[in-house]
């Protein structure tokens, strides 16, 4: 018997030492899974920060493209008035040096004239008047004249009298 209760004893030391060893993995264990657990939920809050932030992003990217797009417009727009300003401004330049020559022509002229034959008083404005646009009418057109079928008044039968029939006056 003693042998057995040795054999008993060893056992659970044995037993005794595996449990201790086992304790010592779960708690090396237990705290690696703490460290990691509490590094996972670091690691979610900020995925999900970066996913909103992300989001963020694209919303404004997207805004700013639309207004990029639409500052795009705008500047081809400006551009093409600028470049239709300039166009008509060498335009009334044009004119505008064009009256400037026939003024003094016309004043060199008259300064030629001797003062005697000289009735119409001289304007003392160098800037030539605006002359008003002469009216220029379209061609009438009559509007065309629609004609609607004459109505006749439905016949009626005369009553045992003899009344006189009513006759409709067409337009």
Known sequence: MSDNVE?????????????????GAVEQTQERFDAS???YEQADLERTRLAASHKLAKRR??????E???????????KDDRD?????????LA???KRAAK????????????????????PTETAPAKKAAP??????????????PAKKAPVKKAPAKKAPVKKAVGH
């Open 37 to 39: 657990a509490a590094a």
């Open 61 to 66: 990217a997207h805004r700013l493209k639309k």
């Open 84 to 92: 239709d300003a300039a166009h008509e401004l060498d335009e009334h």
């Open 135 to 148: 009216v220029r009418k379209a061609p009438v057109k009559k509007a065309p004249v629609k004609k609607a």
């Open 68 to 78: 990029a797009k639409r500052a795009r417009k705008l500047v081809h727009a400006a």
């Open 7 to 23: 054999q008993l004893q060893q056992r659970v030391a044995k037993q005794q030492e595996r449990l201790e060893d086992a304790t």
């Open 95 to 97: 004119v505008r040096a």
């Open 103 to 122: 003024l003094a022509k016309a004043e060199a002229a008259l300064a030629a004239v001797p003062a005697v034959e000289v009735s119409v008083p001289v």
